[in-house]
């Protein structure tokens, strides 16, 4: 059971990235799978998730129609295209897994069993 992050980094305020999360050692397709990050000094706080069976999306009031959340199931991954990054976006950003019916479609941390080792998204001004 494995989650590993990627394509994190450093980019200006405005720009764009995009991080992955490859998912192995499950049943890819009862998995919902979320983003979180954490700031330095902050609580780790929910980014976004998708229920791999239905590809229901959810997001954070703070990165509605910025971010965008998919599930490629053929691959076991799921992507996390964010855009109009903004310097408050810097943060370790982590995917999780949980059981799509048990987390429901919410980003409540516990309802998560599996975490990645997060990779880090840094945005100047």
């Known amino acids: 059971v494995q989650l590993v992050e990627s394509g994190g980094g450093l980019v200006q305020a405005g720009g764009s990235l995009r991080l992955s999360c490859a998912a192995s050692g499950f049943t890819f397709d009862d998995l919902a799978i979320g983003w979180f990050r954490q700031a330095p000094g902050k609580e780790r706080e929910g980014v976004s998730c998708?229920?791999?069976?239905?590809?229901?999306?959810y997001y954070a009031d703070s990165v509605k129609g910025r971010f965008t959340i998919s599930s490629d199931n053929a691959k076991n991954t799921v992507y996390l295209q964010m855009n109009s990054l903004k310097p408050e976006d810097t943060a370790v950003y982590y995917c999780?897994?949980?059981?799509?019916?048990?987390?429901?479609?919410?980003?409540?941390?516990?309802?998560?069993?599996?975490w990645g080792q997060g990779t880090q998204v840094t945005v100047s001004s």
């Open positions: 998708i229920s791999s069976s239905d590809y229901s999306t």
């Open positions: 999780a897994a949980g059981l799509s019916w048990v987390v429901a479609g919410t980003l409540t941390l516990n309802t998560y069993n599996y």
